[in-house]
């Protein structure tokens, strides 16, 4: 079994940054890639960032140089470091387990109960 845990969510103005960290319990962490999503109302759930075992990243486009992912397999923990933040990034996010294979991100379908990121003025 795994549990996740997502925190560091909360209400930021526009061009205001967060941190979002999510800690994995039950499972071996570190010969697992994570994954950040979000989803707004009314919204399909959009991967915004992953990383891999090995500590290589990849970025949805609307995220590009806004926002960092990284993880710290000692404490069992993925962070999500949000920067230029938009209204539009206005979403619960959710970390997840999943693997990477051909440059792709897949999900094992194993979440946490997501952080509320809401950037409004």
């Known amino acids: 079994q795994v549990h996740l845990v997502e925190s560091g969510g909360g209400l930021v103005q526009p061009g205001g940054s967060l941190r979002l960290s999510c800690a994995a319990s039950?499972?071996?962490?570190?010969?697992?890639?994570m994954g950040w999503y979000r989803q707004a109302p009314g919204k399909q759930r959009e991967l915004v960032a992953h990383?891999?075992?090995?500590?290589?990243?990849k970025y949805a486009d609307s995220v590009k140089g806004r926002f960092t992912i990284s993880r710290d397999n000692a404490k069992n923990t993925v962070y999500l470091q949000m920067g230029s933040l938009k209204p539009e990034d206005t979403a619960v996010y959710y970390c997840n387990l999943g693997s990477e294979y051909g440059g792709l991100y897949y999900s094992h379908d194993y979440w946490g109960q997501g952080t509320q990121v809401t950037v409004s003025s």
């Open positions: 039950g499972s071996i962490f570190s010969i697992y890639a």
């Open positions: 990383i891999t075992s090995a500590g290589n990243t």
